[in-house]
């Protein structure tokens, strides 16, 4: 299946204070593309994605990252890189934020699309089943802020 060079919304989904609009992703894909929109707050916990690099690009707001031992205050126009098998995680820090997301190889899109098929309120069983399942490993809480 050809890829269009223009990107569109294939879908969005929700958790935990996260919209995630997907604009590639798949088989067919070489990599995943997502706009994130955060909740001030929320965000992805301290996880390993043991196969995926990623690149995040702030579009607006501000986020505070981990990766690894680093701790990252970073605003729009910024970018973080997480290579496959680092601890990482963000949250937005004061309001409403956006980041551009892009991982490789394609995929990580399944993750969001399982967590927002889960019944809320969700446990944090529910959530370990699907990380797993999609080889992640939850290692911590979403980034304080």
């Given at each position: 299946m050809a890829v269009d060079a223009r990107l569109t919304s294939q879908s969005t989904v929700?958790?935990?204070g996260i919209d995630a609009n997907i604009l590639l992703g798949g088989a067919d894909s070489p990599f995943t593309v997502m706009l994130l929109r955060?909740?001030?707050g929320h965000g992805a916990p301290n996880h390993i994605s043991e196969f995926e690099d990623k690149l995040f690009k702030?579009?607006?707001g501000r986020f505070r990252f981990?990766?690894?031992d680093e701790v990252?205050?970073?605003e729009t126009g910024d970018h973080?890189?997480?290579r496959k098998g680092a601890v990482h995680g963000f949250a937005a820090i004061d309001s409403v934020s956006m980041l551009t997301l892009v991982s490789t190889p394609s995929g990580h899109e399944k993750?969001?699309?399982d967590l927002s098929r889960l019944p809320?309120?969700?446990t944090p069983e529910a959530v370990s089943a699907v990380s797993e399942a999609n080889k992640l490993l939850i290692v911590g809480p979403v980034v304080s802020v």
């Amino acid at each position: 299946m050809a890829v269009d060079a223009r990107l569109t919304s294939q879908s969005t989904v929700s958790f935990s204070g996260i919209d995630a609009n997907i604009l590639l992703g798949g088989a067919d894909s070489p990599f995943t593309v997502m706009l994130l929109r955060v909740q001030p707050g929320h965000g992805a916990p301290n996880h390993i994605s043991e196969f995926e690099d990623k690149l995040f690009k702030v579009d607006s707001g501000r986020f505070r990252f981990v990766v690894e031992d680093e701790v990252l205050d970073v605003e729009t126009g910024d970018h973080v890189f997480a290579r496959k098998g680092a601890v990482h995680g963000f949250a937005a820090i004061d309001s409403v934020s956006m980041l551009t997301l892009v991982s490789t190889p394609s995929g990580h899109e399944k993750f969001f699309e399982d967590l927002s098929r889960l019944p809320t309120p969700h446990t944090p069983e529910a959530v370990s089943a699907v990380s797993e399942a999609n080889k992640l490993l939850i290692v911590g809480p979403v980034v304080s802020v």
